[in-house]
């Protein structure tokens, strides 16, 4: 059986190996600027990466694409579920995938109150068209962060990314579905 026939298998499971993750984003077609230009909900898919339910912990929303230039990479819901944009943290994103004790339910209000003090309406990154295991398809690029988020197309409003970090050796696996706004 084709990775792309197990797609809504491993969707649906929320996990796979590194491998069988790898396998299916390989499977999938590229995606172009424009096709990303939106809002999207997030959710992770679990490979046994270090940052595997961090962002749910955390009450991570997803990404907003409003133009090549202008992206913001980390939306998150405060406690009346509305939405606000984060400024990733460089020294956080470098340590706290180290601490799985961030990931624990009892740490979800520390989560919620950090990203709340790095608010922002500022653009944290850009969408370009780069080359990622062979093909090109578009590609966040967070301005002060060594992070490149690769997109590729499981159907019209459901995308497959992954995130390559300089400082990981194992790559970490997303689901982004567009919102209707």
């Known amino acids: 059986m084709k990775t792309t026939e197990n797609t809504p298998l491993i969707l649906e499971k929320g996990h796979a190996t590194t491998e069988e993750a790898l396998q ?21 898919l679990d490979t046994n990466h270090p940052m595997d339910g961090l962002l749910e912990a955390s009450n991570w929303y997803g990404k ?7 992206v913001h990479p ?4 405060d406690n009346q579920g509305k939405i ?17 004790i961030f990931k624990k339910p009892f ?9 709340s003090l790095l608010k922002t309406e500022e653009s944290q990154a ?3 068209m780069m080359e990622y ?11 002060y962060l060594p992070i490149n988020d690769t997109f590729r197309k ?15 050796s194992q790559p970490f696996f997303f689901v982004l579905k567009r919102c209707v706004i």
């Open 24 to 44: 299916l984003f390989d499977s999938l077609e590229p995606v172009n600027l424009d096709f990303m230009m939106g809002r999207w909900q997030g959710s992770g």
């Open 133 to 143: 295991r062979g093909i090109v398809s578009a590609t966040m690029i967070y301005d």
């Open 154 to 168: 499981i159907d019209d409003n459901t995308v497959f990314g992954i995130m390559d970090f300089k400082n990981s």
């Open 64 to 70: 907003e694409f409003v133009d090549p230039e202008t």
């Open 107 to 115: 740490m979800k209000p520390l989560l919620m109150l950090t990203n």
């Open 84 to 100: 606000f944009k984060v400024a990733p943290n460089p020294s956080a994103m470098n340590s706290i995938g180290k601490f799985p």
């Open 74 to 77: 980390l939306l998150f819901l």
């Open 126 to 128: 850009r969408l370009r």
